[in-house]
């Protein structure tokens, strides 16, 4: 009797195992920065670096990166102990629900929900996702779970040592929850108003409900109380809410109609063609929930829990779907398959309640035809919607260039030429994200952080001790002309035609001693000294682009500027400003695209500051600025003098002329 009971939902695990571990470490087709970061801290948890919260990623609760770092210990530093960890919760989480509908509805119902779970494109694109939220259905099931056996027990009036530990696992799941992603911070809120609904439907249920309730989150409260007071000492850790509370902010004052668009298109994200998640590293751009015939059932089910909403499990069911998509009905539908995963395992368990529905509406009116009806209509229903959502997401989504280009595809292969190609030069990367907490983390994730300096080639370049190196460059950041002198294109190698970064070059970067001549020597805080300052071109007309080549030699690193979150890297910026008459700057431009972040003791740092000239601007000569400052303070690097005094915060370059068009 086991196997003709068990053996459907053992198969239904055995084939989500399957989908979710194919060509693991190929699809998603390298990484996001999100997940990369996730990896970055699970390795320095390694190293030894515990956080109670990271601050990557705007902020990250611990869970997932401790359980990545103990995969990590056992199979390496590597995207595939980075992914695993979502495969396996998330097919618990499909295991765990099952099991709660089975007790909550019936066995039908769970073996319906446990397949679309296990076929669908979101569980299955969460599931190999390495981020947080992924962990979230497992969790938050848990807790309905062990909450379940507690209404159990109350309906029973049992009051012994099972009730109290599942009074224990509800509380201490929920408190998991709540270290996991930031939208568990409202999912809690499902059990209090679940009491609300028995105080009007089942007082005499709610008479012996409320104090195991209160007593689970009093539990979980208790647990998670160093995780907040961790963040009110040290608020740089968070900084999410500042991005998403701004429909928040409109409603209070006055203006509605922010959040209800936003309500509307993330309810709408669910059934409508269009309408669905816009953000492409994590779904076809504007791709449903579900597809036509699941939606259909989908509403049904809503529909019949509204209509049923006196029985606990309908009740259940629907605060569990609507707390669970809260924080998308704040925020909108873009990125809501990550803000709404507490509510997965809802989402999916309403349509199996709609089919069953219908199904017995059906056989109380033609029992003679409905079995054959049901049972072919529930396959083909299974099938089309299965393949479909399948085929987009390993074909239609996995090959698709724009998400090739959202993971960093030729990043990747970059890092894969590397390892293949190391001749012991110092290495170079360009790339449009060379910041410390982008680009360089995916490098450290896939290949052990490579011994490269980091620059967007386009306006930066950087001489490894002022030496020969290897400078990779993609087709995304063409080198500017300025540096074509010092490279020596060597390969180019191709990706895919259509993909958006299509290749990438191998220059060798030659430098003759004899020949570098330093026209400078201005001393900036012991931490650089400004060698060169010169107009690409001038004069320039009114509406060009005036272009400042400056070159920088590094001195001391640690000099250049406090270490600052979230990657407690330097964060410094170089300021170019054109002044007027009055001295006060009338065009300028700050930025570094050779950050400070892993600069050497020697490196020579090359940087092009381009700067629009105004339409309106009268011809002249017009004196010019430079220097650094500090990203986070504003503090500016000085300038120190012979004696080691601050003589000024501030560089004179040359002036920059301006002539009629």
């Given at each position: 009797?086991?196997?003709?009971?068990?053996?459907?939902?053992?198969?239904?695990?055995?084939?989500?195992?399957?989908?979710?571990?194919?060509?693991?470490?190929?699809?998603?087709?390298?990484?996001?920065?999100?997940?990369?970061?996730?990896?970055?801290?699970?390795?320095?948890?390694?190293?030894?670096?515990?956080?109670?919260?990271?601050?990557?990623?705007?902020?990250?609760?611990?869970?997932?990166?401790?359980?990545?770092?103990?995969?990590?210990?056992?199979?390496?530093?590597?995207?595939?102990?980075?992914?695993?960890?979502?495969?396996?919760?998330?097919?618990?989480?499909?295991?765990?629900?099952?099991?709660?509908?089975?007790?909550?509805?019936?066995?039908?119902?769970?073996?319906?929900?446990?397949?679309?779970?296990?076929?669908?494109?979101?569980?299955?694109?969460?599931?190999?996702?390495?981020?947080?939220?992924?962990?979230?259905p497992f969790f938050m099931s848990a807790a309905?779970?062990?909450?379940?056996?507690?209404?159990?027990?109350?309906?029973?009036?049992?009051?012994?040592?099972?009730?109290?530990?599942?009074?224990?696992?509800?509380?201490?799941?929920?408190?998991?929850?709540?270290?996991?992603?930031?939208?568990?911070?409202?999912?809690?809120?499902?059990?209090?108003?679940?009491?609300?609904?028995?105080?009007?439907?089942?007082?005499?249920?709610?008479?012996?409900?409320?104090?195991?309730?209160?007593?689970?989150?009093?539990?979980?409260?208790?647990?998670?109380?160093?995780?907040?007071?961790?963040?009110?000492?040290?608020?740089?850790?968070?900084?999410?809410?500042?991005?998403?509370?701004?429909?928040?902010?409109?409603?209070?004052?006055?203006?509605?109609?922010?959040?209800?668009?936003?309500?509307?298109?993330?309810?709408?994200?669910?059934?409508?063609?269009?309408?669905?998640?816009?953000?492409?590293?994590?779904?076809?751009?504007?791709?449903?929930?579900?597809?036509?015939?699941?939606?259909?059932?989908?509403?049904?089910?809503?529909?019949?829990?509204?209509?049923?909403?006196?029985?606990?499990?309908?009740?259940?069911?629907?605060?569990?779907?609507?707390?669970?998509?809260?924080?998308?009905?704040?925020?909108?539908?873009?990125?809501?398959?990550?803000?709404?995963?507490?509510?997965?395992?809802?989402?999916?368990?309403?349509?199996?309640?709609?089919?069953?529905?219908?199904?017995?509406?059906?056989?109380?009116?033609?029992?003679?035809?409905?079995?054959?009806?049901?049972?072919?209509?529930?396959?083909?229903?299974?099938?089309?919607?299965?393949?479909?959502?399948?085929?987009?997401?390993?074909?239609?989504?996995?090959?698709?260039?724009?998400?090739?280009?959202?993971?960093?595809?030729?990043?990747?292969?970059?890092?894969?030429?590397?390892?293949?190609?190391?001749?012991?030069?110092?290495?170079?990367?360009?790339?449009?994200?060379?910041?410390p907490a982008h680009d360089p983390s995916i490098?450290?994730?896939?290949?052990?952080?490579?011994?490269?300096?980091?620059?967007?080639?386009?306006?930066?370049?950087?001489?490894?001790?002022?030496?020969?190196?290897?400078?990779?460059?993609?087709?995304?950041?063409?080198?500017?002309?300025?540096?074509?002198?010092?490279?020596?294109?060597?390969?180019?190698?191709?990706?895919?035609?259509?993909?958006?970064?299509?290749?990438?070059?191998?220059?060798?970067?030659?430098?003759?001693?004899?020949?570098?001549?330093?026209?400078?020597?201005?001393?900036?805080?012991?931490?650089?000294?400004?060698?060169?300052?010169?107009?690409?071109?001038?004069?320039?007309?009114?509406?060009?682009?005036?272009?400042?080549?400056?070159?920088?030699?590094?001195?001391?690193?640690?000099?250049?500027?406090?270490?600052?979150?979230?990657?407690?890297?330097?964060?410094?910026?170089?300021?170019?400003?054109?002044?007027?008459?009055?001295?006060?700057?009338?065009?300028?431009?700050?930025?570094?695209?050779?950050?400070?972040?892993?600069?050497?003791?020697?490196?020579?740092?090359?940087?092009?500051?381009?700067?629009?000239?105004?339409?309106?601007?009268?011809?002249?000569?017009?004196?010019?600025?430079?220097?650094?400052?500090?990203?986070?303070?504003?503090?500016?690097?000085?300038?120190?003098?012979?004696?080691?005094?601050?003589?000024?915060?501030?560089?004179?370059?040359?002036?920059?002329?301006?002539?009629?068009?």
């Amino acid at each position: 009797m086991i196997w003709p009971r068990h053996g459907p939902i053992v198969l239904i695990l055995l084939l989500a195992f399957a989908l979710r571990l194919m060509a693991l470490a190929e699809l998603p087709p390298g990484l996001t920065h999100d997940e990369a970061n996730h990896g970055r801290e699970a390795i320095g948890i390694l190293d030894g670096v515990l956080l109670f919260y990271f601050p990557l990623n705007y902020g990250s609760e611990p869970l997932y990166s401790y359980t990545v770092a103990g995969g990590m210990a056992l199979l390496g530093e590597n995207i595939l102990a980075l992914r695993l960890v979502n495969v396996f919760f998330g097919a618990a989480a499909l295991a765990l629900t099952y099991a709660w509908v089975c007790r909550a509805f019936d066995r039908r119902t769970a073996l319906l929900m446990a397949g679309l779970m296990a076929v669908s494109f979101w569980p299955l694109a969460s599931s190999r996702q390495a981020l947080r939220a992924g962990m979230l259905p497992f969790f938050m099931s848990a807790a309905v779970w062990f909450y379940w056996r507690v209404v159990a027990a109350a309906r029973r009036q049992l009051a012994g040592t099972g009730a109290r530990w599942s009074v224990v696992g509800f509380g201490v799941c929920v408190a998991l929850t709540l270290h996991i992603y930031l939208a568990a911070r409202v999912a809690w809120l499902m059990f209090p108003l679940f009491l609300s609904v028995l105080l009007l439907a089942q007082r005499p249920l709610f008479q012996r409900l409320w104090r195991p309730t209160l007593a689970g989150l009093m539990l979980a409260g208790l647990l998670v109380t160093p995780m907040f007071r961790y963040l009110q000492r040290y608020p740089y850790a968070l900084t999410r809410l500042d991005m998403l509370d701004r429909p928040l902010q409109e409603l209070q004052a006055g203006n509605w109609q922010p959040l209800a668009q936003n309500a509307a298109e993330a309810l709408l994200a669910f059934v409508w063609p269009g309408q669905g998640d816009q953000f492409l590293a994590y779904n076809i751009p504007g791709r449903p929930v579900f597809e036509v015939v699941t939606a259909v059932f989908f509403i049904s089910g809503i529909v019949v829990c509204l209509w049923r909403w006196r029985r606990l499990n309908a009740a259940f069911l629907l605060l569990w779907f609507g707390v669970g998509i809260a924080p998308s009905l704040i925020t909108g539908a873009t990125a809501n398959t990550t803000r709404n995963l507490a509510a997965l395992p809802a989402v999916f368990a309403l349509p199996a309640v709609g089919f069953w529905f219908w199904a017995d509406w059906l056989a109380a009116r033609r029992p003679q035809v409905a079995r054959a009806v049901i049972v072919g209509g529930l396959v083909l229903w299974l099938l089309v919607a299965g393949t479909t959502a399948v085929a987009d997401y390993f074909l239609r989504w996995g090959q698709s260039p724009d998400v090739r280009g959202a993971y960093q595809q030729n990043l990747v292969s970059t890092l894969a030429y590397l390892a293949k190609n190391e001749d012991g030069r110092p290495v170079v990367l360009s790339t449009v994200y060379p910041g410390p907490a982008h680009d360089p983390s995916i490098a450290l994730v896939l290949s052990g952080a490579p011994d490269a300096r980091w620059v967007d080639a386009r306006y930066a370049l950087v001489l490894p001790h002022n030496q020969d190196a290897l400078v990779i460059i993609p087709a995304s950041t063409p080198p500017h002309p300025a540096f074509g002198p010092l490279l020596q294109p060597w390969q180019t190698v191709s990706l895919r035609p259509d993909d958006l970064d299509p290749s990438f070059t191998v220059y060798a970067l030659t430098i003759d001693d004899a020949e570098w001549e330093w026209d400078v020597a201005v001393n900036l805080n012991n931490a650089l000294t400004l060698r060169y300052a010169g107009w690409v071109q001038s004069p320039v007309r009114p509406g060009e682009t005036a272009e400042l080549l400056t070159i920088w030699q590094v001195q001391d690193p640690a000099r250049v500027g406090p270490l600052v979150p979230p990657a407690f890297t330097t964060d410094v910026v170089m300021f170019t400003q054109i002044l007027a008459n009055d001295g006060r700057p009338w065009a300028q431009r700050d930025s570094l695209e050779a950050p400070a972040w892993n600069w050497q003791p020697g490196d020579v740092i090359l940087q092009i500051h381009a700067i629009p000239i105004p339409v309106e601007a009268a011809p002249g000569l017009y004196p010019a600025i430079v220097g650094l400052y500090d990203r986070e303070s504003g503090t500016r690097l000085p300038v120190l003098g012979i004696d080691g005094e601050v003589v000024d915060d501030k560089v004179n370059g040359p002036p920059l002329a301006v002539v009629r068009p």
